[in-house]
Each structure stands twice: as C-alpha cells, then as structure tokens.
C-alpha cells in the first residue's frame, strides 16, 4: 500500500511569530520544524502500511527556502522518502494555490491514499486537503478518527459532534486525519541516523509544469487587506473565598446556564 | 553538533517532558522506579548502550550522543532516574562492554541494553567508600566457583537489580592488587538485600546494603582478567564521572531557566524579583560558570571518541558540578524564600536530590586528591 502524507513545515510554535508588515504573511526566515497537526497523519500513514504487510510513506510538503527539517522529523519516524516543493515564486501562495502545487507532486507520487491534517498550526484555514482532492478530482472524507484499508476500499471513522460517521470509499483517495487520533511514535536513534540517508525529491513549480503566474502573490486570489491587534480581554472578576466560594461558582455558571 | 545530534536531542526532551515527568510525583510518592518498564521503553528507542556494539544492541553511536542523554535526562523533575540510568549504561556495564567474553556479553549486556535486565555497581563498603583498595569483601575459588562473603553498601538500583557488576579480593596481596569484577546474578544462592535505605534526597531509587554469605557464582562469570579488577574499575570509574557531570549540566541549566521565570513573576517591594539588580547578577554568575561547565565537557567528548584518556577531565568535571550544584541549589532556593522550602515546590527536591554529586561516585576531596597527584601538587 502506498500512502503520501502531507506535511507542513512550520515556525516553532513556540517562538514567538512575527508578520511581516508590507504582506501581512508570516516571517518564515527561522529554521521550521514539523507541524505536530501532521505527525498523527505520518503515525497512521505508518500503521496503515504496517497493517497491510508493506508499502511505503512518501512525504510531500510545500516550504520556503529548500527547508527539510521537519521532513527529517517525520523520515525519522519512519516514513520512506519525501518529495519537497521548494521555489522562490511561491511567496504568497495562498491556499489554493497551495493545493494546486500539492496535487501536482502528489500526481507524480500517485499514492493509493492521501493524508493530510485537519488544519494547520500556523496558517489553520482547514482548506488545503480538500482542495487538493478538488485538484486532483479524488474522494475526499474529512475528520478521520480512524482508518482501515482493504481490497482497494478504505473504511473511515469520521469523527462528528456527538459522535462518528462510519464511511466507506474507494481509493484513491484524500482523507485529513483530526490532531490527537492516535500517539504519534517517537523517532528512534537508528530512525534519526537512518533519516539523514533517505530521499528527497526537490522539485520547483518548472518540474511540476506549473506557471509562475498561477501562483505566488501574482496568482492569489485571496489578499490579507489588514492585520488588527484582537481586543484585549477584559480583567476577570476576583472571587476571595470566605467559605461560600462554592456557591458564588455554581451561580456563575448557573448565569452562564452552562448547569 | 550535527543535525542528528539536535534531533537526538529534541527526542529525548520531548520524551522527558511527556513520558518521565508526569510520573515522577508517583515514583517519589512509592519510593520506587519500575526500571524494568522504564528501560525496556526507553530501549525500544535507543537510549540504552548508545556507544556500545550494535551485535549485543548497542547503537554504535559517538559519545556526544551520550553527552545529550545525560544533560537532557539532567533536565528532568528529579535526580533518581537520571542516577538510575547512569548506573545501567554508564557505571555498571561499561567494562563487560570492554574487557567481557562474547558469552558474557550476550547473556548479560544485551538483556540490559533492552531493559529486561537491570544492573547495578557493587564497589562502596561499609568500611570503605572512598578508600576502594580497601574493601575487604571477598571471592574464594572453589573448583569453577567463587564463593563470595562480605557486604556491599549504597548500591543503587540493587533492590530491583537482576546482575550486579561485583569488585571483590580474590587473593591476600592487598591494596590495588589481587581484586576482580565479578557478575553476580542476584538470583544467586546466598545473595541477599539487607536494607533499603532511607536517604535524605534521589528517594524514588532504590539504595541498599547488599549481604553475600556463601554467595555462589561460576568463575566464568569473570569480567576480563582475575585480579585486575581495581585496574578495569578505575577505568569503569572514568565514564561514570563523565555521566554524573553531564547531568549535572542539564539539571543546573533548567534549575536556573525555571528560578528566573518565577522571580519575573514575583513581585516585591513592588517590583518583580528578578529586577534586582543583586539576583541578575548572582543568576547571571551561576549561568556563566555552568557555561563553562557545559563546554568543558562537551570538549571532553572528541578526546573520548579518539580513545584518549580522559581520567583528568572527568575528575574536573565531577569536582566543579558537584560544587556548581549545591551552590544552584542554594540561590534557586534562596530566592524562591518560603515556598522554596516547601516540598510542593521543585527547589526543596532539587537541593536534597543534588547534594549527592559532592559524595557520590567518589567525594570532591577524592576527586582532589586524585588531581593533586596528577598535577604534581604532593609532597
Ligand atoms: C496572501 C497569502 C500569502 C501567503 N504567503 C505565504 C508565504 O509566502 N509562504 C508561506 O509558506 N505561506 C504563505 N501563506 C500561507 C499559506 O498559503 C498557507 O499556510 C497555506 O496555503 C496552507 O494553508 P493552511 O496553513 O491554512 O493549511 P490548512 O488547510 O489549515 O492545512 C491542512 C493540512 O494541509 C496540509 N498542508 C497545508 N499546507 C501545506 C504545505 N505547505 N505543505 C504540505 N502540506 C500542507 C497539511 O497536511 C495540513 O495539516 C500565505 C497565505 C496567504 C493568504
Ligand atoms: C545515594 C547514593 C548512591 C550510591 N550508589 C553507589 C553505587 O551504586 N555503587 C557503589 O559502589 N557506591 C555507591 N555509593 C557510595 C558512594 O560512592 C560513597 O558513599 C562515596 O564514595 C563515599 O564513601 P563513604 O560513604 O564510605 O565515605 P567515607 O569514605 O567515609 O568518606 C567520608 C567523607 O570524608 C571525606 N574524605 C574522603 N576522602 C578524603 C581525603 N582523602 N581527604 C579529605 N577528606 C576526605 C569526604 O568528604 C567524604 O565524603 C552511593 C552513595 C549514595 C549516598
């Protein structure tokens, strides 16, 4: 079975981001690590090609300035190689171009089965999956909780409000997985050695006979006009218990009519 | 460092920070680590016998990969695991690795390196800690057996231990002459635990003193040669000088990052702690001499991988952060006042847990003598 992940390449969360004020996008200039949205997705790609007896996990991410860090993280757990899309016209790819460049390498991988995360840590707009499978004219099933694959159908567990919807669906096909499904594995000190050796495929938009203009600021449709400070939140309300603080809390809620 | 180092690196801190630490409370609370659990886990990802042979499941990796192990295991929120885990890779199994048979190493280094098997150090006496030629616990031959009377003391990890890695006399010549390291199964007929002892600090790991009456092992259980057992120890003792200050670098490093974030937030006479001039300086001296620290060791490990020795450094490097330590101890708590006195607070474990360093494998005026002699300072 051979299964493509996509993974996005990111800012430490932990650092603190900065936009750069004249396009409004996040500064990417730091070294950017994989986003732990996509790790779940990397973690059932490998269950699922261990389940089915062998296969392969391809990563394909699109990022600024030829980065593989957060590739390495992921070919460290284990997947086989990655396909990386990496060209100075990007800048400013908004998220369907995003997809369109996606689809692209993803065709030239032809997996059986696409995961992707739900959304994103940084740019979470929750749309570059399906639009990918919009691209590619696949299947695509959102919010996977659970996925299992047999005689060409995958069967899905689609996690909603109150519960889940069990679906069934041919492949190929894109499913994004929801953060926290399963324990992403840690990479091993054989994985981390092994990683260092495995392939990466660089590609520029030329090699996926994509235009410039169809991308980068020149081909996004959607435009950041402005970035405004959200409001500050208002000072809490300080409770000092003097032995009813119990009661003052059920009220609270009471009024919020959350009990 | 390479990006594999780095990598190493975030692993094992994000693996502290998410596997290790949250049950720590409850080791402390029992006493007790179930290291069996803990090692096998930590073996499946490789960090048991990094630098050791791959064909006994050691990762043939460079020490700087141990140097990272320990500081990040430094890091975590008590001293026991980090002691615990040096005895296992560090303290106990580095001469079976060298000087042990194939047979030896199979049946007993390959087990521990995937944590079905723990080990433990037996050197420290009743009578004799820091004078080692003077232990007085002792192998007699019997045909293909030795049969072992005395008593071993402050032997870590030895309640739960499977094997341990025995320095005894096995002749009348005195001294640094006639000792051997011998393993001893501690399902062996006349080996018994004595005590657990209870300790002022590293309370979740199990220290105890070790009975041996008639103690009966096979004399193939011999580590290298019969009666160069000082000789192979005080080998074992370099690498287990190195552990102990690399970890010491890990904790100082987060005992400071942590001390600062809470003076930020601590305000008095107004203003937070930490804008008193007086505790910048102070953290800011501290953070300096652990830099030096931090790289002196790092420094150590191109030497160790060429194969030099480096008996001298790792007697500095103990001496200065067993010292170091119990001086962050100190200012962390004393800058933290009541609540740093308190036990829900991490300083009052940090301080017990830390002042071992300074004792343990070998005290600083052990570790000053042996300098004094190198260096010419003797008369
Ligand atoms: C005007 C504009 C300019 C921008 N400029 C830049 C820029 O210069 N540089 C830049 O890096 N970003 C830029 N972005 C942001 C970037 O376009 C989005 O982050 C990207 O489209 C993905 O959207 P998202 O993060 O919301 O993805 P989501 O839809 O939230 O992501 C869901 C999943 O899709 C997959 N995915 C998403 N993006 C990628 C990727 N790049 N590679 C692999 N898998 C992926 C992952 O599996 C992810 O978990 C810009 C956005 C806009 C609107
Ligand atoms: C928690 C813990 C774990 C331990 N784990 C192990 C273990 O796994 N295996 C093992 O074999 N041992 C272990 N030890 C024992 C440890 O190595 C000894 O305690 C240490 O070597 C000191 O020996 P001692 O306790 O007999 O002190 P002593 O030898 O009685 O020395 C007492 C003090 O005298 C001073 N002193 C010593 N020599 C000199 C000198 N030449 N000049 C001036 N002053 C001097 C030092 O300050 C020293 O602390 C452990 C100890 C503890 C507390």
Known sequence: MKVAV??????????????????????????????????????????????????????????????????????????????????????????????KVLGA???????????????????????????????????????????????????????????????????????????????????????IMAAKKKPVDQVGIADLGIDASAVGFAGSRQETVA????????????????????????????????? | MSEEHEAFRAMVRDYVEREINPRIPQWEEAEMMPLHEIFSDMARLGMLGLEYET????????????????????????????????????????????????????????????GEMVASIAVSEPDHGSDVAGIRTKAVRDGDEWVINGSKMWITNSVQADWLCLLVRTSDEGGYQGMSQIIVPTSSPGFSVSKKLDKLGMRASDTALLSFDDCRVPVGNTIGEIGKGFQQQMAQFVVERLWAAYTAVGAGERALERTAEYLRERKVFGEPLLAKQYIQFSLAELSADLDLLREYCRSIAGRHDAGEDTTRQATIAKLKAGRLLRQI?????????????????????????????????????VMLQVLARMDGFTA
């Open chain 1, 6 to 99: 996509c993974v996005k390449q990111i800012p430490d969360p932990a650092v603190p981001g900065e936009l750069d004020p004249s396009t409004n996008t996040l500064n990417r200039d730091d070294k950017l690590i994989l986003d732990e949205s996509d790790s779940f997705g990397v973690e059932l790609a490998l269950q699922l090609v261990e389940a089915a007896g062998g296969g392969s996990v391809t990563l394909v991410s699109m990022a600024p300035r030829s980065e593989v860090s957060g590739l390495r993280t992921a070919l460290a757990m284990g997947a086989d190689d990655a396909v990386l899309v990496s060209d100075d016209a990007l800048a400013g790819t908004d998220a369907l171009g995003t997809a």
């Open chain 1, 105 to 191: 390498a993803l065709g030239r991988v032809e997996p059986d089965l696409i995961l992707a995360g739900v959304e994103s840590s940084d740019g979470y707009t929750g749309t570059v999956p399906e639009q990918i499978a919009g691209v590619m004219g696949i299947a695509s099933v959102t919010f996977a909780k659970k996925i299992e694959a047999s005689d060409g159908m995958l069967s899905i567990q689609r996690q909603t409000d109150d519960g889940y919807d069990e679906v069934t669906c041919p492949m190929p096909a894109l499913v994004s997985v929801t953060g926290g499904v399963v324990e992403p594995r840690y990479p091993s000190f054989k994985g």
């Open chain 1, 227 to 259: 970035v405004v400070d959200a409001e500050a939140r208002e000072a809490g309300e300080i409770v000092i218990d003097e032995g009813e603080g119990f009661q003052r809390i059920a009220d609270f809620l009471a009024e919020l009519k959350v009990i």
């Open chain 2, 55 to 114: 064909e006994f499941g050691g990762q043939g990796a460079d020490h700087m990969f141990t140097v990272i192990l320990a500081e990040e295991f430094g890091r975590c929120d008590h001293g026991s695991l980090p002691m615990a885990l040096g005895v296992q890779v560090d303290m106990a199994t580095p001469s079976l690795a060298q000087f042990g048979t194939a047979e030896q190493k199979e049946r007993y280094l390959a087990p521990a390196l995937r």
């Open chain 2, 329 to 365: 101890a100190d200012v962390c708590l004393q800058y933290h006042g009541g609540i740093g006195y308190v036990e829900e607070t991490w300083t009052a474990r940090f301080l017990r847990d830390n002042r071992i360093i300074s004792i343990g494998g070998g005290a600083d005026e």
